[in-house]
């Protein structure tokens, strides 16, 4: 995806919070996740020590990169596969085109993959006639509707089952247009059927990769719709896209981060299916694809190591921030205006697409800290948008005023005596205009606070100023 | 070193009650400002808990505006002065989550880049802790000689909660008050949308939050709201007052301390 509307984001924001639709959907985050996530880590006791032992692997990983990602490359090579280093989305895209072309392929299936959609590949490859079939029910859904994933694993969140058969009748021709389409049982009957004819005659299957396991060359995907295992095995080619953090050292590792992420994610002990790609297929084996291909993706990443925005690379891509957090609950995913939503995105877009860009992301939060509180990673990821703020200060970037205001108060809050003078001042008049109400509606200058919300008035003297008068009169 | 704490700052979790430990109170800006009676009753729950109150007056604010808008120089600023202000004090009790998790959380970071800061930032967070956690914790009050007739919901201030900690410890001392009942909200733990400077940077998503709060806070019946921290309370009563509510609220230090009828509730008309 190459353009962003983040920097539209309170405009964004403001459609968001006024779309009906929208809203009920976004009705079904605590339901459909956050409580199923906690009654799964509630009947897990060593949950805590799991989610220390994922964070330390990934340190260790993220220490030592070259290493795993070399000997990764190494094991591939090995099984008879091959490894494209690809250092930016456009290197991804054009090495993607190239085996497609070298197979004659004519259609592409593909498995969910948000390093697809970081690339913006559905819509580069159908520029070039290739024909494009999303196979995740979610992805498939969006695909129909010609829009962006709202949710990084429920790409289709925002959408609702009506649309759905909405989207159905109007794709899916050849088929009787009263048909009972009200059901998620028929929805995903239909789906199937006619995904059913696409694995069928596909060339290529693409597919992301939840982990790379550098012990053995093997790409892992998770799924619930056992899509991505078709994809995979079906097509003559199996490409798997995915960036360089992705890697681990061992099956071990890979199967300790597992335990973390669907109970994060979906609050299943595990995905209903995990998928383990080693390689294209050997004699003795049944099926398989004839090539495999991995696309290891830079895009910006190598940049965050030996930075403070370095932990960010520990993401598992489970949601669970973005599940629990009240401000993407509030404006839904497509509000952040690129392809990573919620807190991980808010943290991530700046670092890949720059802060001068994304700058709205990092601010766009109270730093309440329940996405950290439930990261399987152990992600600061409210001090990494402090952070970016930083970053943001430095460089100038954000309103104007909001700097000089912060000064400002700065200069005052550091001369105790006139700070003391002017807030006994401004106590007294909030109070008179508070009037009997002790309450103010509307107030210049502060129209962020009053349009939402009245401003309690103050008592009228500051605390010091009564207490300076109480020990006066002790002593007197 | 000015900033060498004195020898009667050892922190220690059984206070011996002779000499009582000597406690410097960290106002926040708001409390002065807005609500000195959640001061007064903060000193009232100290004395009365075994503690001698100072309050150095040269105190501003924790920096903490500044901190989050990514302006750290002037961060460092405004808090550096506390720092030397409360070297003397065997603890630092500030009636914020938020403000006390600054000075133990965030102050560590904000000053990592001087060498000569360490030792005393790391002895000011040691010993600063947030009201009602250091009366029970630290104090070990069991309970407070305080009555109020009705019932009331508790909302969870988010820093308070997370970084602190602090989620039993203002319960406990509420079972404590006679004749109070509680009525937990739907979600308690969940942001109110006030975040500082948030609340009037994105004022729309903050609307939309601190709305499913009070939904929440009115669904409860209870006849009061409280919380641990101004900011927060701040925003909850601004908006039940838009919304038409005229619902109590204050702050858990006043129902604690006895002192709800020294003055009207946060935005509460003259009746009381
Ligand atoms: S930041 Fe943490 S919670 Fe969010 S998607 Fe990544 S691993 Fe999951």
């Given at each position: 995806m190459e353009n962003s509307t983040s920097p539209k984001f309170k405009q964004n924001a403001h459609d968001a919070l006024n779309d009906a639709s929208l809203q009920r959907a976004l009705g079904r985050l605590k339901t459909g996740f956050k409580d199923k996530r906690t009654a799964a880590i509630a009947q897990l006791p060593e949950f805590e020590q799991l989610r220390d032992a994922a964070r330390d692997i990934k340190n260790h990983t993220l220490a030592n990169l070259d290493?795993?990602?070399?000997?990764?490359?190494?094991?591939?090579?090995?099984?008879?596969?091959h490894v494209h280093w690809c250092a930016d989305a456009e290197e991804a895209r054009q090495t993607v085109l190239k085996i497609c072309q070298d197979k004659d392929a004519k259609s592409v299936l593909k498995g969910k993959s948000m390093i697809s959609e970081e690339i913006g590949l559905n819509a580069f490859l159908e520029k070039q006639d290739l024909k494009v079939v999303e196979t995740d029910l979610g992805e498939y859904i969006i695909q129909l509707r010609n829009e962006p994933p709202s949710h990084i694993i429920a790409p289709a969140i925002h959408v609702h089952k009506e649309q759905v058969a909405d989207s159905f009748r109007a794709t899916h021709k050849g088929r009787d247009i009263n048909r009972p389409l009200d059901e998620p049982r028929e929805l995903l009957d239909e789906a199937r059927e006619v995904m059913r004819e696409h694995f069928f005659a596909a060339d290529?299957?693409?597919?992301?990769?939840?982990?790379?396991?550098a012990e053995t060359g093997t790409s892992v995907i998770v799924t619930n719709e056992g899509n991505g295992d078709l994809t995979q095995t079906l097509s003559k080619?199996?490409?798997?896209?995915?960036?360089?953090?992705?890697?681990?050292?061992?099956?071990?590792?890979?199967?300790?981060?597992?335990?973390?992420?669907?109970?994060?994610?979906?609050?299943?002990?595990?995905?209903?299916?995990?998928?383990?790609?080693?390689?294209?297929?050997?004699?003795?084996?049944?099926?398989?694809?004839?090539?495999?291909?991995?696309?290891?993706?830079?895009?910006?990443?190598?940049?965050?190591?030996?930075t403070e925005f370095q932990d960010m690379l520990r993401c598992i891509r489970c949601a669970a921030c973005m599940n629990h957090c009240p401000v993407y609950g509030a404006v839904g995913g497509h509000a952040y205006g690129w392809v990573y939503p919620g807190p991980m995105g808010s943290v991530l877009t700046p670092s890949l697409i720059g802060v001068e860009e994304a700058g709205h992301l990092p601010n766009a939060s109270t730093f309440c800290g329940k996405c950290e509180e439930v990261c399987p990673m152990r992600i600061p990821l409210p001090k990494m948008m402090r952070h970016w703020r930083e970053r943001e200060f430095e460089k100038h970037l954000g309103p104007q005023s909001m700097r000089f205001g912060i000064q400002a108060w700065a200069w005052m809050a550091s001369q105790p005596k006139l700070y003391q003078f002017a807030t006994g001042i401004a106590a007294r008049a909030l109070k008179l205009i508070g009037g009997s109400k002790r309450a103010i509606r509307k107030l210049p200058l502060a129209s962020g606070w009053t349009d939402i919300r009245d401003l309690p008035a103050p008592q009228g003297k500051t605390f010091k100023q009564l207490w300076a008068e109480q020990q006066a009169a002790k002593k007197a | 070193?000015?900033?060498?704490?004195?020898?009667?700052?050892?922190?220690?979790?059984?206070?011996?009650?002779?000499?009582?430990?000597?406690?410097?109170?960290?106002?926040?800006?708001?409390?002065?400002?807005?609500?000195?009676?959640?001061?007064?009753?903060?000193?009232?729950?100290?004395?009365?808990?075994?503690?001698?109150?100072?309050?150095?007056?040269?105190?501003?604010?924790?920096?903490?505006?500044?901190?989050?808008?990514?302006?750290?120089?002037?961060?460092?600023?405004?808090?550096?002065?506390?720092?030397?202000?409360?070297?003397?004090?065997?603890?630092?009790?500030?009636?914020?989550g938020s403000c006390a998790g600054m000075m133990i959380k965030h102050f560590p970071e904000l000053f990592a880049n001087d060498p000569e800061m360490a030792e005393p930032v790391k002895a000011l967070a040691a010993k600063t802790w947030e009201l009602v956690s250091f009366l029970t914790d630290v104090m070990k009050l069991q309970g407070v000689a305080a009555a109020f007739d009705g019932s009331i919901t508790y909302h969870d201030s988010c820093s308070g909660l997370r970084e602190l900690k602090v989620k039993e410890q203002p319960r406990k001392l509420l079972r404590s008050v006679t004749g109070l009942s509680i009525n937990?909200?739907?979600?308690?733990?969940?942001?109110?949308?006030f975040g500082g400077t948030f609340c009037v940077k994105y004022p729309e998503i903050s609307g939309k939050m601190v709305g499913d709060k009070t939904t929440d806070i009115k669904n409860s019946g209870a006849d009061m709201l409280l919380a641990g921290d101004m900011g927060c309370l701040m925003n909850m009563a601004g908006k039940l007052r838009r919304e038409g509510s005229d619902m109590e609220v204050r702050h858990v230090a006043e129902v604690l301390a006895d002192m709800t009828m020294a003055a009207p509730g946060i935005a509460g008309s003259e009746k009381g």
């Open positions: 290493h795993y990602l070399t000997a990764f490359e190494a094991n591939v090579i090995a099984n008879g596969g290529v299957g693409i597919t992301g990769a939840n982990f790379l396991i080619v199996h490409i798997a896209i995915a960036s360089l953090e992705k890697v681990v050292p061992t099956l071990e590792d890979a199967s300790t981060i597992l335990r973390v992420l669907a109970r994060s994610a979906t609050g299943q002990e595990m995905s209903s299916y995990t998928t383990f790609s080693t390689g294209p297929r050997r004699t003795e084996d049944l099926d398989g694809p004839e090539e495999y291909h991995v696309i290891l993706l830079d895009n910006g990443r190598s940049n965050m190591l030996g | 070193m000015s900033f060498a704490p004195s020898s009667t700052s050892t922190p220690s979790s059984t206070p011996d009650p002779t000499p009582k430990p000597r406690v410097g109170l960290f106002v926040t800006c708001l409390v002065d400002m807005f609500r000195p009676t959640v001061g007064f009753s903060a000193v009232k729950l100290l004395e009365e808990a075994g503690c001698v109150v100072d309050v150095p007056m040269e105190q501003v604010c924790c920096g903490q505006p500044a901190f989050n808008a990514g302006d750290l120089a002037s961060a460092r600023k405004v808090a550096k002065p506390l720092i030397a202000m409360f070297a003397d004090h065997d603890y630092v009790v500030a009636p914020s937990e909200l739907q979600e308690p733990e969940t942001c109110c949308g």
